[in-house]
């Protein structure tokens, strides 16, 4: 067990609460509906003015979409994916920071239980951009919403949002192809 989530009265491994004054303020009362919201939607302007406005975002669409030619043009691949490791560390601590100051309250034993996989998935559906990453999160999130509401309203297996989730992945990934197949369309 990991010691140093245990609380001295409670024998489940999880921290104490986080205080009140240190959590994120609900936006819509009776909600969870916090700040974290408008923390992300910040964040995904900020990422799509970076990715799409500027040189560092250009250099890190063309190291990403082709190394070789990033490398023939000037570009140094190597510290461009570095940049990018870190700042996808940065902006996925910033996520969990979210998380916990926003919704748990607290760390305890798997605190996260899947998110970096949901959150391909989520990239899928949104075709790779910053702004259809961050419509599609929202999408998912009310997916998940939904399923737990008709789960206790209606005794609807919550799993069946898995599968909307999974559709919605097949979708994005079938999409390419039928573009393709209507570009050499008559």
């Known amino acids: 067990m990991n010691e140093w989530?245990?609380?001295r009265a409670?024998?489940?491994p999880q921290t104490d609460a986080v205080p009140e004054a240190a959590r994120l303020p609900t936006l819509v009362a009776g909600t969870r509906l916090h700040a974290g919201v408008l923390i992300a939607g910040a964040l995904a302007l900020v990422l799509a003015v970076v990715l799409r406005r500027t040189k560092t975002g250009f250099r890190l669409l063309a190291a990403g979409a082709g190394p070789r030619a990033a490398e023939f043009a000037g570009i140094d691949v190597p510290g461009v994916r570095s940049a990018a490791f870190l700042t996808a560390g940065s902006v996925a601590g910033l996520g969990g920071a979210?998380?916990?100051?926003?919704?748990?309250g607290r760390l305890f034993d798997a605190f996260s239980p899947?998110?970096?996989y949901l959150g391909l998935a989520v990239a899928v559906v949104g075709q790779l951009s910053a702004l259809g990453t961050a419509a599609a999160a929202a999408v998912f999130g009310l997916i998940d919403v939904l399923s737990s509401l008709l789960q206790r309203r209606s005794g609807i297996s919550a799993a069946s949002a898995l599968v909307i989730e999974g559709a919605l992945v097949l979708a994005a990934l079938a999409?390419?192809?039928?573009r393709r197949r209507e570009e050499r369309a008559p």
């Open 5 to 7: 989530l245990r609380e």
């Open 10 to 12: 409670r024998t489940f």
């Open 98 to 104: 979210v998380e916990l100051l926003g919704v748990a």
């Open 175 to 178: 999409m390419p192809r039928f």
């Open 114 to 116: 899947g998110y970096g």
